[in-house]
Nanobody, 118 residues
């Protein structure tokens, strides 16, 4: 059974930085994508950044140039480095593991709150 645990959220002033971590327990192998999503109050959950098992990276237009997704395979951890944070980045951030092969399954973390406010 795969479990995802996010950490690193908190309160930060506009222009500040935070690094989120997503630690995975259990084995994730095959073809998969690790993603960071966020959901603000009253809004739908949206993809922020993703990194695939072969290293393909995608970002939402709203975070390009400000956020960086990376992973440490030795630590089974995916990171989201967030810089130049804006109040509109305020949301609950979720880690996702989307496995495409050898079977299809989605795993989600419990989420971590990021609040950007002065």
């Amino acid at each position: 059974q795969v479990q995802l645990m996010e950490s690193g959220g908190g309160l930060v002033q506009p222009g500040g930085s935070l690094r989120l971590s997503c630690a995975t327990s259990g084995s994730i192998s095959g073809r998969y994508t690790m993603g960071w999503y966020r959901q603000a109050p009253g809004k739908e959950r949206e993809l922020v950044a993703a990194i695939s098992s072969i290293g393909v990276i995608n970002y939402a237009d709203s975070v390009k140039g400000r956020f960086t997704v990376s992973r440490d395979n030795a630590k089974n951890t995916v990171y989201l480095q967030m810089s130049s944070l804006r109040p509109e980045d305020t949301a609950v951030y979720y880690c996702n593991a989307n496995i495409q092969w050898p079977f299809k399954r989605d795993y989600w973390g419990q989420g971590t709150q990021v609040t950007v406010s002065s």
